[in-house]
């Protein structure tokens, strides 16, 4: 089971909300709406809740979030395509990762391909 990591920030919880919004209050795996039964969550990709990178803060509705915090560790390294959804939030994890760089999502959707092609090199 994978551990979380560290407190949340104070500002953490309006830039969970900007997340959020920023993905038009749905959840971008299955693109529910934040209503009565899908409720509307932020998942911390990376596992530190005080990492509020935009490419951190996954906005997915509570089954969804359930789904993906059950299966998915990004410290595996994970050799198999990524769904459509989670790609720029992947490579904006691995510049990160591997580069140690902070970039835009402008920046991770121009440098997908390149991004991603880290772990399929290991």
Excluded at 9 to 28: F, M, P, S
Aim: hydrophobic share 35%; proline share 4%; net charge positive.
């Amino acid at each position: 089971m994978r551990v979380f990591r560290n407190a949340y920030n104070a500002d953490g919880k309006a830039k969970r909300k900007a997340a959020r919004e920023a993905a038009g209050n749905r959840c971008i795996k299955c693109t529910s709406l934040s209503v009565p039964g899908r409720i509307l969550t932020t998942h911390h990709f990376d596992g530190d809740k005080s990492n509020d990178e935009w490419w951190n803060l996954l906005p997915l509705c509570q089954v969804c979030h359930l789904s993906f915090q059950a299966k998915v560790d990004p410290d595996i390294p994970f050799f198999l395509e990524h769904s459509k959804w989670l790609k720029p939030y992947v490579a904006g994890f691995y510049a990160w990762k591997y580069e140690g760089k902070k970039i835009t999502r402008d920046e991770a959707e121009q440098r997908l391909e390149e991004l991603l092609a880290y772990e399929r090199r290991v």
